[in-house]
């Protein structure tokens, strides 16, 4: 996009490791949606289905954090390190022109 | 086609089609303005895997009858 009008909306704001987050918590969402709705299920042909989009939803979710990991946006293994960037992304939002 | 699907069922399906539209428009929006070629990559992968995902979603609610 063009960067006049990225500035002007706001999304030059809009980073990877914004979208990678956002991806990241969508990952994890969907697992907990495909498990639960697996769970309320007894018809085998959708719990099947259902099934199988949870096993790839848990891949999805494996490859987004590993990727965050590797460029250090995500710390599962660090958490006095996970909170001083949960703390740097809060004042980043918090600064942002609304 | 007469399916026995269980209307709870098909509000499941439903509720996870739903969100799986939302989270692909997003992740087709995102394409554009992504920069790292790693994570466009990780982001296409994900939009085909959505595609193919909603279509099989969409089977399931295509067979019910309410």
Redesign the interface.
Known sequence: ?NPILEHMTG?HM?T?DV??M??LM?AK??VR??A??VT????P??KQ??MK?LD?AID?YE??ST?MMQHGLYHPHHIPEQIQLDLKNIQTAMNLPS | MNS???L??ML??H??AA??TV?MT??KT?Q?????P??LQ??Q??VK?SQQ?LQ??GG?LTKATL
């Open positions: 996009m999304l809009l990877d979208i990678a956002d991806f969508n969402s969907g949606n495909y639960m709705a309320e299920c007894a018809t042909e959708i289905i259902l989009q790839e999805s490859k987004i990727y | 026995n699907y269980a709870h069922e499941e399906v509720e996870m969100f799986k989270c997003k992740s995102m554009s303005l992504v920069t790292d790693e994570l990780i982001l992968q994900e895997l995902q099989e979603l399931v």
